[in-house]
């Protein structure tokens, strides 16, 4: 199925790794042209090296901070200025640390939970608007979480700052559908990531199991019986982006295996 990305402008946030990578290299792949970004210019560098080598996509690298409005404001400008324009945007971030509601003070870490997630998301897209509007049209496709739809035990900075983004997003999507500019949401489920390594690390030292057997856990827990993988997600999100789905606004979906039982 061609999704009609072809010579499309895209900025994918925080994508030097993980998932943001496999969704700019999806999206290059597809034959839209890339500009991808995160904090280290170096691990940037080699990612966009890596996706050029990987789909002779033309692509554009940026470093900088999604928490930092000057950067995201450059990140679009410079992107516009170098590409002529925007069709594409796909807002990502890191996820705050785990923990329940008794492990954090009132003010740093839910005040950064929400910079980091909610802020960077809201500051991208008001940076993209009046560049997708000029266009005629375009998609905002932002990365969440299940804990949107179903909250996960020890997560409680991750489910309270990235619900607040569908809020944000089913909102724009109602508000901006008349200018052809859809926004929606695509929630990765245990996608096998350093992320998802990174939150079983607790579970090896109490059990004493490693992490390939805490891994194995999780998968068997899942009706797929497996984990994702990153490709298998940045499939969705290409589509969510692409012309392909131009009535589907409004919409947070899960790529998650059946994980998530709820009915909608």
């Known amino acids: 199925m061609d999704l009609g990305l072809a010579g499309k402008v895209a900025v994918v946030a925080a994508s030097s790794k993980g998932l943001g990578r496999a969704v700019a290299t999806q999206l290059a792949r597809e034959g839209a042209l890339v500009t991808v970004n995160g904090r280290d210019p170096a691990g940037l560098a080699e990612t966009a090296a890596a996706i050029r080598a990987e789909t002779g996509g033309d692509v554009l690298e940026i470093p900088g901070d999604v928490t930092r409005p000057a ?31 008794t492990d954090f003070p009132e003010d740093g870490p839910w005040l950064a939970a929400i910079e980091l997630n909610l802020m960077s998301t809201l500051r991208l897209a008001r940076a993209a608007l009046p560049h997708l509007e000029a266009r005629g049209g375009g998609s905002i496709t932002n990365l969440v979480s299940t804990s949107v739809m ?3 035990p020890e997560l409680i900075l991750s489910n309270t700052a990235r619900t607040a983004v569908v809020g944000l997003s089913k909102s724009l999507a109602t508000e901006f559908a008349p200018k052809n500019i859809r926004v929606n949401n695509v929630c990765p489920g245990r996608i096998l990531t350093d992320r998802i390594r990174a939150l079983a690390a607790p579970r090896v030292e109490q059990t004493g199991k490693s992490l390939e057997e805490v891994l194995a856990d999780d998968a068997r827990a899942i009706p797929m019986g497996r984990l994702g993988e990153p490709a298998e997600f940045a499939n969705v999100v290409a589509f969510f982006a692409s012309p392909a789905a131009s009535y589907v606004t409004g919409v947070t979906i899960q790529v998650d295996g059946g994980n998530v039982r709820s009915l909608l």
């Open 71 to 101: 950067d995201i404001a450059r990140l679009i400008d410079e992107t516009v200025a170098r590409r002529g324009g925007l069709d594409v945007l796909v807002c990502n971030a890191g996820g705050p640390p785990p923990g329940g509601f």
């Open 150 to 152: 179903q909250p996960i």
